[in-house]
C-alpha cells in the first residue's frame, strides 16, 4: 500500500525539501492523524494538522494536545494555527515550534461564520495589514518556515489575492496555498485557477493550488493550467486516499478498498479508543462505500452500528454489491 517517494524534491519551503507534488488538505473533523497517516502511506507528500485555535491552546482546551500529535514518519509535518491577533499568533507559533514541527501554517482561509466573523480564517484577508504584520513577527522569531493558505478574497467586490500572496512574500513567507474560491463562494460555485496561475506568476515561493481536483485527470489539468509546484485535495481525498498514488477510485478493486477502509477503522480505533474511534471513522465510512449501489436500510445500519465485529462484517456484505453507475 506504501507509495514510491521520489527520488528528487517536487520543491522546498524554504530549505526543507518535498518529495512529490501531492498534498492532504487540511480540513477540520478529517485530516487527522489516522486520516493523514493513510494518505501520506499512499502519496501524500506534506502532513497539515487539523486547524488549531490559538485561543485553545492557551486556554488548554483538551482536542488542542490530540490534533498535534503526529508520526515522525508523517514528516514533513505543519502545524497550521488560526486567530487575528499577530501577537497572539506568534506567541502560540512559538509554543508550537518546540514540539517539532517542520514548518508553522498561518490559516487564512475558512469561511465558517465562527472563524471569518472575528477576523480569523478567511477574515483575514479583509486586512492586509494584519497579515503583513503576522507573517513579518513570525518569519523573523521563528526558526522554522512560515507558510500561508488563502482564498480568493472575502468576496468577489475585494477579490484581493494577489497583494495578500505579494505579502506574505514580501514579509518572509515560504509557501503559499491557494484555494481558488472567495469566502463569501464557501464550496459553491466553481474554483478560479485562472487566479492561482496569476498568483503562481506573481510571486517566487511555491505556490499550491487547492480546488475542484476530484479525479486524477483534475491534478494534472490544474498542474497544467497553473504551473503550480503541487496540488492541495481536500473533498477529493475522503473516501478515495487513492488520489494521492494517481489511481482513479473507480479501478481501485473491492478486495483493496476493503483493506484500506478497515486499515483506516483500526488506526481511528487505536487513535480514539474503541467507541470514539468507530463513531468518527464513519463519516469516512459513507465515503468509502459511496461508489457501490446499497439499499438505504444497509446503508442506515452500517453508520449506526457500533461494534466492530458487526461493522466489518456489513462492510464486507456491502463490498460484494455492484458498484453504482
Known amino acids: 500500500m506504501t507509495n514510491i517517494i521520489p527520488e528528487k524534491p517536487s520543491f522546498y519551503i524554504r530549505n526543507l525539501p518535498v518529495?512529490?507534488?501531492?498534498?492532504?488538505?487540511?480540513?477540520?473533523?478529517f485530516s487527522d492523524l489516522p486520516f493523514r497517516s493513510l494518505c501520506r502511506e499512499l502519496g501524500s507528500a506534506v502532513s497539515y494538522t487539523e486547524f488549531i485555535s490559538v485561543i485553545h491552546l492557551f486556554t488548554g482546551n483538551?482536542?488542542?494536545?490530540?490534533?498535534?500529535?503526529?508520526?515522525?514518519?508523517?514528516?514533513?509535518?505543519?502545524?497550521?494555527?488560526?486567530?487575528?491577533?499577530?501577537?497572539?499568533?506568534?506567541?502560540?507559533?512559538?509554543?508550537?515550534q518546540e514540539l517539532g514541527p517542520d514548518f508553522i501554517d498561518i490559516n487564512m482561509g475558512c469561511a465558517d461564520k465562527s472563524v471569518a466573523g472575528r477576523g480569523a480564517g478567511a477574515g483575514m484577508l479583509r486586512s492586509p495589514l494584519t497579515i503583513a504584520r503576522t507573517f513579518r513577527k513570525l518569519s523573523q522569531a521563528l526558526d522554522v518556515p512560515?507558510?500561508?493558505k488563502i482564498r480568493l478574497g472575502w468576496d468577489n467586490a475585494t477579490r484581493n489575492y494577489l497583494l495578500i500572496a505579494r505579502i506574505v512574500e514580501e514579509q518572509g513567507g515560504a509557501l503559499l496555498a491557494v484555494h481558488g474560491r472567495t469566502k463569501q463562494q464557501g464550496y459553491g460555485g466553481q474554483a478560479d485557477w485562472d487566479a492561482i496561475a496569476e498568483i503562481r506568476q506573481a510571486v517566487s515561493i511555491p505556490v499550491i493550488g487547492n480546488g475542484d481536483v476530484r479525479n486524477v485527470d483534475d491534478i494534472e489539468r490544474m498542474k497544467a493550467h497553473t504551473g503550480v509546484?503541487?496540488?492541495?485535495?481536500?473533498?477529493g481525498?475522503?473516501?478515495?486516499?487513492?488520489?494521492?498514488?494517481?489511481?482513479?477510485?473507480?479501478?481501485?478493486?473491492?478486495?483493496?478498498?476493503?483493506?484500506?477502509l478497515l486499515s483506516h477503522l483500526e488506526r481511528s480505533l487505536a487513535f480514539y479508543g474503541e467507541r470514539l474511534g468507530l463513531v468518527l471513522f464513519r463519516k469516512h465510512a459513507s465515503r468509502y462505500i459511496s461508489p457501490f449501489r446499497l439499499p438505504d436500510s444497509l446503508r442506515k445500519r452500517l453508520?449506526?452500528?457500533?461494534?466492530?465485529?458487526?461493522?466489518?462484517?456489513?462492510?464486507?456484505e456491502i463490498l460484494t454489491l455492484e458498484p453504482a453507475g
Open 237 to 260: 481525498a475522503i473516501g478515495n486516499p487513492w488520489i494521492f498514488s494517481r489511481r482513479e477510485r473507480v479501478n481501485v478493486p473491492p478486495d483493496e478498498v476493503r483493506q484500506v
Open 303 to 316: 453508520l449506526t452500528c457500533q461494534d466492530k465485529s458487526a461493522f466489518t462484517r456489513l462492510v464486507d
Open 19 to 29: 518529495y512529490g507534488d501531492l498534498i492532504l488538505s487540511p480540513m477540520d473533523g
Open 229 to 235: 509546484a503541487g496540488v492541495m485535495i481536500g473533498r
Open 146 to 148: 512560515v507558510t500561508g
Open 62 to 96: 483538551p482536542e488542542v494536545n490530540r490534533k498535534l500529535i503526529f508520526d515522525p514518519q508523517e514528516r514533513p509535518v505543519a502545524f497550521q494555527i488560526f486567530d487575528h491577533d499577530p501577537d497572539r499568533l506568534l506567541a502560540a507559533a512559538l509554543r508550537l
